[in-house]
């Protein structure tokens, strides 16, 4: 039971940390009158956006648009940890990389992307397809879990907002995906 409560106790340092991460940099953006998003979020097509991309995840344009994404990149996140810490920092590694990459590569040149919800998409099809690669019953229940709570996200993976990266989406989701697919190959050859 001690175990229990050390890997529940660990899980949510992280993810509290996580949390107090975004704040943080909120409110010293909200400070700053916004220049982190401009000076840290990801410039598509330009060589001074590539360092958005570890940085873009972090950063967001409001509280509403901060407060909006933190309830499923908590919950999203959870699931994954459940399976393993490791798996989460594994997730959120190659989501951000492929989703930053995504992008940089076919966003708008005019604009700049900011805000998790990259992240977010990249925990959602991390979720949802891990079972296809690693075959076990809690990856089933953990994709039908996710895909019952965040089915609805699917959609944002579409262009239909012109004020939301949809490309944020697409690539987190793909990220995701990716991330499924290598730790599923990871855990077979082990």
């Known amino acids: 039971m001690n175990k229990l409560f050390e890997k529940l106790n660990t899980q949510i340092t992280i ?8 704040w943080g940099l909120h409110i010293l953006n909200t400070l700053l009158n916004g220049q982190l998003n401009y000076y840290a979020g990801i410039h598509p097509q330009t060589t001074s956006g590539l360092g958005g991309i570890f940085f873009a995840p972090f950063l967001h344009g409001s509280y509403a648009h901060l407060v909006a994404n933190l309830v499923p990149l908590i919950t999203l996140g959870w699931l994954i940890m459940l399976r393993g810490i490791s798996d989460f920092f594994f997730v959120s590694i190659v989501t951000i990389i492929v989703s930053g990459l995504g992008i940089w590569s076919i966003g708008s040149p005019d604009s700049i992307h900011i805000g998790a919800s990259g992240l977010i998409f990249g925990y959602f099809g991390f979720l949802l397809l891990r079972s296809l690669f690693d075959f076990s019953i809690l990856s089933v229940i953990f994709a039908l879990t996710a895909g019952f709570l965040y089915s609805g996200l699917i959609w944002g993976i579409l262009p239909s907002d012109p004020d939301v990266s949809w490309e944020a989406h697409l690539f987190g989701f793909l990220g995701g995906i990716f991330a ?4 599923g190959k990871r855990k077979k050859n082990s």
């Open 15 to 22: 993810l509290g940390s996580f949390i107090a991460i975004l």
């Open 180 to 183: 499924a697919q290598l730790l």
